[in-house]
């Protein structure tokens, strides 16, 4: 069993609203989940749609065809009915379109007519669509109508009861009325979590002991500062919109100074702003983590779409020659535990560690058992209270052997923390002689570098243990490309490479050897520059002569990409 | 220590005079305005029994920005025009400290304006310093935002075509909790409106008038000493119009105190989670998300 389900729309008909309660429900039920958005920069109108595939087996890409396509506006019917699966089906209005038609396939609910009779508002004809799902799915309504009690917890009994009453007409209108229906669906498994890319690294951060976020809202990034928002006041976190990118980085950069552990989310324009904060972090050793959510460019480019075209612009991030940490996580899972590990080596290192998502993982929604809360590592590297009294003799840019030096608190001691965005001595006062500069470049860069890639994992591997194909990948590339590998794999000797750790390299290059036995190598990038190989080609002197790229701002999906890989192995 | 000698002894100990507030070597031109003013803070500071460790200065870039280390103090000397969000991140994570801001004219009113605005209107708790001399010092001589309309610089030579930045009109605009012009030749006077910034609960600002004897030709020392006046004992600062008008006075008369003062809630005062113990002192580990997690089934 594996169903797509597609509800498409206009900005503003509640295409998120039914499509994430419906990813809910399925998760409740114990499936697999996996669902992703296109949506166009605007709060009305156009055209949008919200995509579901659920499944028994886990999932984590999305799949061409559609079996229940729920059309909202007469576009999505234009658009979307030739990606009908052989039994698939389309639910709509006909008065909500003005349009009737006689294909036995098409499901006319009067989704309006409903709403109003059982919920007394044509606004309900949304949960009216909820129900009528899940009755062409013929599933036992019981978890939809205690979802529907959740999210309407707050508006009261009488609202409830309205949303129950009309759920439940669209549910008996579809379950009588949809007579070609041969979908099934029961109670499979127990709950399972839904999360986003955005609500990971949220959650990642504040697990992480993060105490201090600002940013300037900026697509597709915002659902992180919502989300840390959201959970401030339980979780004791200064949350603080800043008057723009630069203000963000540079408070961040203010209140890790001070002593906590600080953040900034942002997308390409925004970070662009930041970049001599970068480097501000880099001079002052003040560790600071930014979430990059990527989205194409060039300037304001596709606001909501996704791409992965800033990957050279954040590894050169900064003027001058320093350390920084890059991780370009593959899925939710990874994200949160990324997060995690990015603070933990920026505080350790005192650098700037990025978390490199784009619009695709930052708004799909991916279904899991759950996180292990206990794989989540804080060390406090800094010294503080007790700890500050041991120190006889503080500067703040000691010379080490490894190059840290130790990071007092300002103010809780007699020891003067004094930092600086010149180039300065160890205790952080400006100075001009050749010899400081050099010793404090080998401080920051020469001696931090190899320690640092000492802690980066390799990449991961999935598929044949000795493969004639290799396909490379990276950051949110990872389901689709997993995907792909377990349809290849019964007929071919392949594997995926996806690196999710992805500046510095890891010291354990194991992966080249397969690289260089392959047959086949390709590599798959959602760009037009193959940025990934060309950082290959740099870190390791591999050139990558096959490529498949995507640059129009939609993601791969697994049946695209399988023909792409096709025209190069067949 | 009820004895009241050693309570004297200990107040001594604790108590710091200028020796401790002696920095670095100043690299500032000989006879520069930023002398005086650096001399007014460390007596600010030490007859107002502050020490060195329990404040933090966040300075930018231009000859304003090295103050810091000419004095002694935590210190985070960052970038050009971004004194005030770095200033701002610091005093959100840890409002018991005091946090100062030192910055030139083209510093934070130039690179820096927006930042300006925003601070004034979060009221964050942060005293601001500004050294205007009307003029960039460190890259010798270019027009500053405060550079009077029609003086010829090396990059504009057509004169100042824009009008002239009033950092005070804007500032009482934006309802700033403190208002203040300063002039570097007057050190006792100076010394006091830094003791009245400090001692201001919300954000403040002193405008700082500082001739530079190397590139400001016009703005001298003769120059404002005919010009500057002190406010009358029974100037109101709280009368906002009033202070409207005294901060548009330029040119002949040049008004120096505190021009405008209210008392509003500071934005740390306000975000519950610091409202009893300030974030820096907060428990360190691992948040248990076991509660946000539940969320996501």
Not at chain 1, 340 to 360: G, R, S, V
Not at chain 2, 52 to 80: D, E, M
Not at chain 2, 194 to 220: R, W, Y
């Amino acid at each position: 069993m594996d169903y797509t389900i597609k509800i498409g729309g206009e900005a503003g008909q509640g295409i998120q609203t039914i499509g994430d309660t419906l990813a809910h429900i399925f998760t409740k039920a114990g499936y697999h989940v996996f669902a992703n958005q296109d949506y166009e920069s605007r709060i009305r109108g156009g055209h949008n749609f919200y995509q579901i595939r659920v499944s028994h087996k886990p999932v984590i890409a999305s799949r061409s065809s559609v079996h229940i396509l729920v059309a909202l506006d007469r576009e999505s019917i234009t658009q979307h009915e030739r990606e009908l699966s052989f039994d698939g089906h389309v639910l709509y209005d006909s008065q909500m379109i003005n349009e009737k038609f006689d294909k036995p396939y098409f499901l006319n609910v009067p989704l309006l007519e409903l709403a109003q009779k059982y919920g007394g508002s044509k606004i309900m004809a949304n949960t009216v669509a909820i129900g009528a799902v899940l009755g062409m799915l013929g599933m036992n309504p019981d978890i939809m109508y205690q979802t529907i009690e959740n999210n309407f917890k707050k508006k009261g009994e009488a609202v409830i009861k309205a949303n129950i009453e009309c759920s439940k007409a669209g549910y008996e209108f579809a379950k009588n009325e949809c007579l070609k229906c041969s979908f099934m669906l029961s109670q499979f498994d127990k709950p399972k979590m839904l999360i986003t890319g955005n609500e990971a690294i949220g959650a990642g951060a504040i697990a992480s002991g993060l105490k201090f976020y600002s940013a300037y809202p900026m697509t597709p990034s915002t659902g992180i500062f919502n989300f840390v928002a959201d959970h401030a006041k339980e979780y004791g976190i200064v949350v603080e919109q800043a008057e723009d990118e630069i203000s963000a980085i540079n408070m961040v950069i203010g209140a890790s100074f001070a002593g906590v552990r600080a953040m900034t989310g942002t997308s390409g324009g925004g970070f662009s702003l930041m970049v001599e904060g970068i480097s501000l972090s880099a001079m002052t050793e003040t560790p600071i983590v930014i979430a990059l959510a990527q989205r194409p460019g060039p300037a304001t480019g596709l606001p909501t779409r996704t791409e992965q075209a800033d990957l050279l612009f954040a590894l050169y991030a900064g003027h001058g020659e320093f350390p920084k940490v890059i991780f370009a996580p593959g899925c939710p899972e990874q994200a949160f535990y990324l997060t995690n590990k990015a603070f933990d080596l920026a505080e350790k290192y005192q650098i700037t560690a990025i978390i490199l998502t784009d619009q695709y993982l930052a708004d799909s929604q991916w279904s899991y058992e759950g996180f292990d809360l206990g794989k989540i590592k804080y060390i406090d590297y800094r010294v503080r209270e007790e700890k500050l009294k041991e120190i006889e003799n503080y500067k703040r840019h000691a010379f080490t052997e490894t190059g840290i030096s130790e990071f007092a608190v300002p103010g809780q001691s007699k020891h003067l923390v004094v930092t600086d965005s010149d180039e300065h001595d160890e205790e952080g006062h400006i100075i001009e002689d050749s010899l400081t500069r050099i010793k404090m470049v080998e401080k920051r860069l020469f001696k931090k570098m190899p320690l640092i890639k000492k802690e980066i994992s390799p990449p991961l591997i999935y598929g044949e243990k000795n493969p004639e194909i290799v396909l490379i990948c990276w950051g949110s590339m990872f389901g689709i490309v997993k995907e792909l590998i377990d349809e290849l794999i019964e007929k071919y000797k392949v594997a995926m490479i996806h690196f999710s750790e992805i500046y510095p390299f890891s010291e354990n290059q194991n992966w080249i050897e397969l690289i260089k036995k392959a047959k086949k190598v390709i590599n798959i990038e959602q760009n037009a520059t193959n940025q990934f190989a060309k950082l290959i080609k740099m870190e390791t002197g591999i050139d990558m002569e096959n490529h498949i790229n995507r640059f129009d701002g939609r993601p791969f999906t697994v049946d695209e990409l399988l023909e792409k890989v096709y025209g190069y192995i067949k | 220590m009820e004895d009241p000698l050693q309570l004297m002894n200990f107040w001594k100990k604790s108590m710091a005079t200028l020796n401790d507030y002696k920095g670095q070597k100043p690299a500032w031109c000989p006879g520069c305005g930023n002398f005086l003013i650096l001399k007014a803070f460390n007596e600010a500071m030490v007859e107002m029994g502050i020490e060195p460790h329990q404040f933090v200065i966040v300075s930018g870039i231009g000859q304003a920005g090295k103050f810091p280390h000419y004095t002694r103090c935590n210190t985070f000397n960052g970038l050009h025009g971004r004194t005030l969000p770095v200033a701002t991140g610091i005093k959100l994570a840890n409002h018991e400290l005091k946090v100062f801001a030192v910055a030139g004219d083209g510093d934070c009113y130039g690179e820096g304006g927006n930042h300006l605005i925003h601070a004034i209107r979060r009221n964050i708790d942060v005293k601001l310093f500004v050294h205007n001399n009307q003029i960039y010092g460190l890259t010798k001589g270019q027009a500053s935002p405060t550079t009077m309309k029609g003086v010829i610089t090396k990059t504009q030579p057509f004169g100042v075509l824009s009008e002239q930045f009033n950092p005070l009109t804007l500032a009482i605009a934006l309802n700033c909790s403190f208002v203040a012009r300063g002039f570097a030749g007057d050190i006792e006077h100076l010394k006091g409106l830094i003791k009245e910034a400090v001692n201001h609960k919300g954000f403040s600002l002193v405008d700082i008038l500082q001739p530079c004897v190397s590139f400001n030709k016009i703005n001298t020392f003769e120059w404002y000493r005919e010009r500057v006046y002190k406010l009358s004992d029974d100037y109101d600062p709280k009368d906002r119009l009033l202070a409207f008008q005294k901060s548009l006075e330029w040119g002949e008369r040049i008004p120096i105190g505190v021009i405008y003062r209210n008392i509003r809630p500071t934005l740390e005062e306000q975000i519950i989670v610091i409202k009893d113990l300030p974030l820096v002192k907060q428990d360190f580990g691992v948040n248990n998300i076991q509660e946000i997690l539940k969320n996501f089934y």
